[in-house]
């Protein structure tokens, strides 16, 4: 299903300090579901306008259309955003390995695993191909943020930590 797995080259990643905060910019960029509803919203209105001047014969369509479709892709967009503001304010911190970074095209799945009270969890998270993820291999510890009612609400917190501004 997907192409380009990455090499296995076992690496330490330094741990990030639980100080730092997480970027909503970031989450739209590295987050594939966050990155395809913000995406989606100026294409739906396009459409929307756009297609009187294709078809000029055509009746109008319905306003509420893209106002429907864009009320949906926000809701999505904060829902990812909540996800990760979530866990950076209550996620339990731990170290974890990637297993797997599988990309198709501009987008992928990164699965990894973690100990969570004594439980091994392998979990996935979509991802959209950006250098940071490509930064990513078999092997690699990263800082994992995980949600202890339900570990399986997780995430890479490195790919959305705020940067730092040089001064």
Known sequence: MFANHVASVARYRPPTPDTMNFSPIR????D????????AMPITWVIHFGFLYLQRSAA????????????????V?????KRVADLF??????????IDLMIAKDRGQL????????TRVRTWMPIHKTRDVLSLARGDRV???YDASAPRR???KSLFVARQERG
């Open 32 to 39: 594939w579901p966050a990155l395809a509803s913000w995406v």
């Open 154 to 156: 997780d995430i890479v």
């Open 60 to 75: 109008a369509l319905p306003l509420a259309l893209p106002v429907g479709v864009s009320v949906a892709l926000v809701a």
């Open 89 to 98: 304010a209550r996620g339990v911190a731990v170290s974890g390995t990637v």
């Open 111 to 118: 699965v990894f695993e973690f100990d969570a009270v004594g």
């Open 143 to 145: 800082d994992v943020l």
């Open 77 to 81: 967009l904060l829902w990812r955003i």
């Open 27 to 30: 989450i739209m960029w590295n």
